[in-house]
C-alpha cells in the first residue's frame, strides 16, 4: 500500500500534521511518500523540515494507491483533479477552517492506520465537464468537483448570460454571475447564493444565479444528463470570468460560451470516519435549526 501524503505548507506549518501521519501510517505498514500539493510561491519563507525528502504529485500518483491531503477545502478540489485522472482515491485531513470535505480532523490523526490495511470504503461524487468555446473553437476545458463559476469579477457593473438546458433557454438574467454546481458544490458557493443543498452523492446539476436582478430568478436543479450552456450575447462588449473550483480565472468576451456537463469522471473520496452528511452538515454549518 502506498500513500502520498501532499500537505499544504501555508496550513501545516513544519509539515508536523503529515510527518505525525507518516509515523502512524508506517508503523501500521504502509510506505509513504511526502508531497507538496503545489510550487509555493516565490519569496514566500515557508517552515519546511529539513532532511526530509519531498517529492511531486506528478511523479508518486501514477504509481499510488491513496492520497491524503492536508489543508482546507481548497488542497483538497486542488487534488482532486489530478487524483482522479489518475483513479486514486483522495482523502482530506481538515488544517483549515470548515473543511467541509475534510474526512478527519487534526487531532484525529491515529485513525488513519486502517488505509495501510485497506480498512476504509469508497463514496464516488459526480464531476462536471466544463468547455469554453469561441466560436467552433474550443479554447479551454477543465474539470470540476464542486463547480464553475461565471462572474463579472470586481467591475461595478452587471453581468449579461443566457442559461441553456439541452439548447432550451433555461434564463436569461443580469446580475452577479451564475453558478453551476455538483451536489458535492452545493454547500459551497451555490449555497451561499441561495441555492440548495443536495445529498452529495446525488446526481444533478444545480443552476444558481448570484445577485440577479430579477424577482423570479430561482436556483433550479437540472437532471444529470442535461447539457448547460451558459453565454454572452453576440455583441456584449463586457466581459465574464470563468472559475473552476476556485481556480485560474478564464476571461470571457461576447459571443462565447460554456458548456458543462457530468463527466465520465468521478472523484473517489475515502471515508473512515463513517459520519453521515447530516452530521457533517451539522458539524459544519450549524445544521438546520433556526
Not at 483549515?96 to 464516488?124: H, N
Not at 455538483?182 to 448570484?210: F, K, L, N, R
Not at 456537463?261 to 452538515?281: C, D, E, G, P
Amino acid at each position: 500500500m502506498k500513500i502520498i501524503l501532499s500537505s499544504n505548507p501555508y496550513r501545516d506549518r513544519g509539515l508536523r500534521a503529515a510527518l505525525e501521519a507518516q509515523r502512524v501510517l508506517e508503523k501500521a505498514g504502509a510506505k509513504t511518500v511526502l508531497c507538496l500539493p503545489f510550487t509555493p510561491k516565490k519569496g514566500d519563507r515557508l517552515e519546511l523540515p529539513g532532511q526530509v525528502p519531498l517529492s511531486s504529485l506528478s511523479r508518486e500518483l501514477p504509481e499510488a494507491d491513496l492520497l491524503v491531503c492536508f489543508g482546507g477545502d481548497g488542497t483538497i478540489l486542488h487534488a482532486a483533479r489530478d487524483a482522479t485522472l489518475h483513479n486514486v482515491p483522495l482523502m482530506g485531513v481538515n488544517m483549515g477552517s470548515v473543511g467541509f470535505m475534510a474526512e478527519l480532523e487534526r487531532g484525529e490523526l491515529a485513525q488513519l492506520a486502517p488505509l495501510a490495511r485497506g480498512e476504509y470504503t469508497i463514496e464516488e461524487r459526480m464531476m462536471l465537464d466544463v468547455r469554453v468555446f469561441r466560436g467552433d473553437r474550443m479554447v479551454s476545458q477543465d474539470l470540476a468537483l464542486n463547480d464553475a463559476v461565471l462572474s463579472k469579477g470586481s467591475m461595478a457593473r452587471v453581468a449579461e448570460l443566457e442559461v441553456l438546458a439541452d439548447q432550451t433557454q433555461v434564463t436569461a438574467m443580469t446580475g452577479d454571475g451564475v453558478i453551476i454546481a455538483t451536489p458535492t458544490g452545493s454547500t459551497a458557493y451555490s449555497m451561499s447564493a441561495g441555492g440548495p443543498i443536495v445529498e452529495p452523492t446525488s446526481q444533478c446539476i444545480i443552476v444558481t444565479p448570484v445577485c440577479a436582478h430579477r424577482l423570479a430568478a430561482r436556483a433550479m436543479v437540472l437532471a444529470p444528463q442535461r447539457l448547460v450552456t451558459v453565454r454572452l450575447p453576440k455583441g456584449n462588449r463586457k466581459h465574464l470570468y470563468l472559475s473552476v473550483d476556485g481556480g485560474k480565472a478564464v476571461r470571457l468576451t461576447g459571443g462565447d460560451r460554456v458548456e458543462i456537463s457530468r463527466s465520465t469522471y468521478t472523484t473517489k473520496l475515502v471515508q473512515l470516519a463513517h459520519r453521515n452528511f447530516y452530521q457533517v452538515i451539522n458539524q459544519k454549518l450549524g445544521g438546520f435549526a433556526p
